[in-house]
């Protein structure tokens, strides 16, 4: 062999390790929304303005869809946008948004932050304030017996028309389309109240209904704050160089490769790498951790995180729309608009739910006076107040308020949670099954003993564990190979047809002999070789020191003994207890001997080891957890895991912070490089998932109670309009409580 002096190139194949305990194995992976969106070039998105109730959400989605053109339209009334398939104009989808005076932009041209107008520059508000002045005086006129009851009735009905004609025009055209939502039952409640001469109630039920709807639009827009205030974190322009000086300019207008400079004090604009200075950089906007961290030339920044000490100059990474700040915004509007499963019953209940009441009403104002000589008067009256208590809105709102606020919340503390499917089911666990390496450990073990059967060739044998670890990526074969380098002057070697052995480790030729480097069992079953007892005692030894060993040699005999450490998180120990406190089971999974599993087990206190495990095996394991558990997550690095994560009921990935695969394929991701976030994931959803509940029992009771008032002809409508808002508001109130749930 010849000395070689370039020991950094690698030979470009990937394999599998023995010791290795995350199996490498390919999966078909779904494609991702970004990806879909490549292969469709007539899917846009746009920002909405003005909506404010996720009925309306619905209706503009349905009009979307009822568009010549269109093959698909989505809503998504958390973000305030709409994904639109097909060759529809801008004019085309405002117009299918006019019964709610929705704005639409094309995505981009909004403005940075959606802006809400003060309560008094809403015109609908202002309307509702003119008409509630307008019932007032009518109703102090109403008073006095020389008005004429016809000034009266005109008082009334101009208050019905200011503050309600957009919902009667809504409501009549649903009607006349055979269409049964919240819009029609308080139209047909309103104006049946005018009919039968109860004008005073009709009106008040306009201001009320109107109320309640902003109530509302003010809620949900305090929800999607949690959101608005990660988009405005990162600044708009940056001081970039341009020759000697720096110029202040648009992020926008920034490329890929331009260097920005960052004074103490200020955020960072765009996604880079430090090329000059050292400091303190803040990132909890994006990961979360409260604690500053130290930042050096090479190291990689994020967009919206404030540098704290030095002067940094900053090559940029990444355009201003593919930031890490902007995926995880990105994400997090996906994740706000799937629909959850509790969602999912709820919309589901609502569209039968509405014509239900409809005939109920019906037959409530028919039924009493054509078969039992009630008075139509009063029967006609119970049936309008059903049909007011009958209207959803708190039933609607219960779940997406509840799910809005719980994924913005835990956006905000660097936890990514992909929908509220996801949610829910980490709100429902039982059991979580942890890789160890990476997960549990640090993941960045180190050589801790190399061991020469032949001392004289340690040179050469060094060599040929240099050459043929570098074809991974993985922390243990980067753990040899930055082991071997600190040998100097390492000889040149001839290394050919390089295979992994999945499961066990890896092979090649070097000068047209067969090596390997593999766990022991690679050599024992796979190589039927026979160890000496001196050889079986120091594999033992090393086993018993925690290590992970692995051996390196040819079909004839070992060459060497390396055995690998990682340390353990400090943070792990905590993390477990808090889980168990939390009635959670513990179990890792992990393709590492048996005797270190256990040992790590037992420091950090798992449950359940299993050890030893093949890329399947860890596959195969999960199903036997789901099917003894039920709901099982499973912790992994998103991708070496990734049929187990695939398998389990969550997958969840952690220290994600600029990693976009990782991102796409994890339902649940830690942006800090730690699992002591996982806890207060489950706090969260569980709180979110309890919450849900309390709304959707509340608002069916509220209902319930409200219809049986029609027995004893006690029902009116001050009553069934106070009980429809009352539970629309407190539902609101309750879903806003997850905002205050914070991580320690």
């Known amino acids: 062999m010849s000395e070689r002096h370039d020991r950094h190139a690698p030979h470009g194949h990937g394999h599998d390790h023995a010791h290795d305990e995350h199996g490498h194995c390919q999966v078909d992976a779904k494609p991702t929304t970004g990806q879909r969106a490549a292969h469709d070039d007539s899917k846009k998105t746009y920002f909405v303005e003005g909506m404010t109730c996720a009925h309306c959400a619905g209706q503009f989605e349905d009009n979307l869809k009822k568009l010549g053109n269109v093959t698909n339209a989505t809503v998504n009334f958390a973000a305030s946008k709409v994904t639109v398939s097909g060759a529809v104009s801008l004019d085309e989808i405002t117009k299918a948004g006019a019964f709610e005076s929705l704005v639409v932009h094309p995505e981009g041209s909004e403005p940075r932050v959606f802006e809400h107008k003060?309560?008094?520059?809403q015109p609908e508000n202002i309307k509702v304030a003119?008409?509630?002045?307008?019932?007032l005086l009518t109703y102090g006129l109403s008073k006095n017996e020389s008005v004429p009851e016809f000034w009266i009735t005109l008082g009334y009905a101009a208050t019905m028309l200011i503050g309600g004609l957009s919902l009667f025009r809504q409501g009549l055209q649903n009607l006349s389309k055979f269409i049964f939502d919240i819009n029609t039952l308080i139209t047909v409640?309103?104006?049946?109240?005018?009919?039968?001469?109860?004008?005073?109630?009709?009106?008040?039920?306009?201001i009320l209904f109107a109320i309640s709807e902003a109530l509302e639009a003010y809620s949900m827009n305090k929800a999607r704050k949690s959101i608005q205030s990660l988009m405005d974190i990162a600044p708009n322009e940056a001081l970039v160089k341009q020759g000697a000086d720096w110029v202040a300019t648009p992020v926008a207008a920034i490329n890929i490769g331009d260097v920005l400079l960052i004074k103490p004090g200020q955020k960072i604009a765009m996604d880079g790498v430090i090329s000059l200075g050292l400091s303190t950089i803040n990132q909890a906007p994006i990961t979360g951790e409260s604690m500053p961290v130290n930042k050096a030339v090479g190291d990689e920044v994020f967009a919206g995180t404030l540098n704290e000490e030095g002067v940094l100059e900053v090559t940029v990474s990444k355009a201003a729309k593919d930031s890490t700040?902007?995926?995880?915004?990105?994400?997090?509007?996906?994740?706000?608009?799937?629909?959850?499963?509790?969602?999912q019953f709820v919309d589901k209940f609502a569209r039968y739910y509405t014509p239900i009441i409809m005939i109920i009403a019906a037959l409530i104002a028919v039924v009493p006076p054509l078969f039992f000589g009630g008075e139509w008067h009063k029967w006609i009256y119970q049936g309008l107040a059903v049909l007011v208590v009958g209207c959803p809105c708190a039933l609607v709102i219960s779940t997406p308020i509840a799910i809005v606020t719980a994924i913005g919340n835990a956006a905000k503390q660097g936890i990514l949670i992909k929908g509220g499917i996801h949610l829910?089911?980490?709100?429902?666990?039982?059991?979580?099954?942890?890789?160890?390496t990476g997960t549990l450990t640090e993941g960045k073990p180190e050589v801790t003993d190399f061991i020469f059967i032949d001392p004289a060739l340690k040179a050469e044998t060094l060599a040929i564990a240099h050459d043929m670890e570098q074809n991974s990526q993985h922390p243990l074969s980067q753990a040899i190979v930055r082991h071997a380098l600190q040998t100097e002057g390492l000889p040149a070697t001839n290394l050919s047809h390089f295979q992994s052995i999945t499961g066990k480790g890896i092979q090649a030729d070097i000068d047209g002999v067969t090596h390997y480097i593999g766990n022991p069992s690679l050599f024992q079953d796979n190589l039927k070789q026979s160890w000496s007892d001196e050889l079986k005692a120091q594999v033992e030894a090393l086993l018993q020191e925690q290590k992970t060993v692995m051996i390196m040699g040819t079909q004839a005999a070992v060459t060497a003994i390396i055995a690998v450490r990682d340390k353990l998180r400090a943070s792990a120990p905590a993390m477990l207890k808090a889980l168990h406190q939390q009635g959670l089971t513990t179990i890792m999974l992990t393709g590492d001997n048996a005797?270190?599993?256990?040992?790590?087990?037992?420091?950090?206190?798992?449950?359940?080891?299993?050890?030893n495990l093949l890329?399947?095996?860890?596959?195969?394991?999960?199903k036997a957890l789901l099917a003894k558990y039920g709901k099982v997550a499973m912790v992994g690095d998103g991708v070496n895991d990734a049929p187990a994560l695939a398998a389990a009921t969550l997958g969840i990935a952690m220290g994600q912070a600029g990693t976009d695969t990782a991102l796409e394929t994890a339902n649940i991701a830690f942006m800090k490089d730690d699992l002591d976030q996982l806890p207060y994931t489950i706090r969260l959803s569980r709180k979110a998932v309890r919450i849900i509940k309390e709304n959707i029992s509340f608002s069916l009771i509220v209902k319930l109670i409200a219809l049986l008032l029609v027995i004893p002809g006690w029902l009116t409508l001050w009553i069934a309009v106070f009980a429809d808002m009352g539970a629309t508001l407190l539902v609101t109130l309750n879903s806003l409580r997850l905002l205050r749930l914070r991580d320690k």
């Open 118 to 121: 003060p309560f008094w520059r």
């Open 130 to 135: 003119i008409a509630a002045v307008v019932l």
């Open 189 to 206: 409640a309103i104006l049946g109240a005018a009919i039968i001469g109860e004008w005073l109630e009709g009106a008040t039920v306009v």
């Open 325 to 343: 700040l902007a995926k995880i915004i990105s994400l997090v509007e996906e994740a706000q608009a799937q629909k959850a499963p509790a969602q």
């Open 424 to 436: 829910e089911e980490a709100g429902t666990l039982k059991a979580i099954a942890f890789d160890k």
């Open 595 to 611: 005797q270190t599993a256990q040992k790590v087990a037992s420091q950090v206190g798992i449950d359940e080891v299993h050890a």
């Open 615 to 622: 890329p399947e095996d860890k596959l195969n394991q999960m």
